[in-house]
């Protein structure tokens, strides 16, 4: 495994590279849920590409980017382990040179949900994945559900802007007790983190609801408000159910597939969480076909 820093030392190691390539963007911190990022691209392609940069862009001032989790050393053995090839590991400087000035803005599906609590974050996500794109020159490129929104920004993003390369998204991974893998969990206290799982019991809530024949979104979304209502520790920050294709909010009671998600905080941690409902969707075809998927444009 060959790890750069760089921009040159990344081209020249990926042009050395043969066949196939996918690609993995993280912030480092790795979890399984990254991990499961990587396999799928280690099963589908020649050889595998992942990059670790904490991107300064995304956070808003009062967010976490000082105290993000850091730890290249074991990043760096776990990703070794899973047979990656090449690893890109760039410091701020080398993403934004001084004169820096070009921003990259998916305009519809950026707003609402994640986008309206934080502004600005998905213009920093979309330039900083158009930038991974370009020099990483990938064939395919791994997003995970569970940040439903960013993964749909992306696809349209890479579609909008003919990015040469197919945007694949892998479903949650779990830890036993139902908590999304995240590397903001090391944040939660042993109480906070007993409280964690409130949000996916309230997922499984609206999952069952919906398998009963509830298909009122208002209803749906009650569901999981009346879950998470009953942990204390929990403060909801939004709760949606919306059309999963489009991300907008849908009145009709249609059966169009639905993007449940959720932000709630525990403590000072933020967490998100969302699923696709019927839950026979939430897998790598299902996923991919839908957020952001071709089916969200109605001209094409
Ligand atoms: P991050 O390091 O948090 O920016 O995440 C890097 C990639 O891993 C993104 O595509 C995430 O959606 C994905 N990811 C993060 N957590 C999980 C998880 N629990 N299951 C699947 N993918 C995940």
Partial sequence: MQVVETVPALRAARAALDGRVGLVTTMGALHAGHLALVEQARAENDA???TIFVNPTQFAPHEDLSKYPRDLPRDLAMLEAASVDLVFTPVPQVMYPPGFQTVVEVTEISQGLEGEHRPGHFQGVATVVAKLFN????D??????KDAQ????????????NFPLEVIICPTVRESDGLAMSSRNVYLTPEQRRAAPVLYRALQAAGKAYADGERRPDSLQQCVLDVLTTEPLAQIEYVSVCDARTLQNSTTTGDMPLLVSMAVKIGLTRLIDNCLLPNELNTRDGLTDLLGGVASIPHI
């Fill in 48 to 50: 595998v590409l992942v």
């Fill in 135 to 138: 020099l990483a020159q990938a």
């Fill in 140 to 145: 395919r490129a791994y997003f995970g559900q």
């Fill in 150 to 161: 960013q993964a749909a920004v992306i696809r349209t993003m890479a579609r909008d802007l």
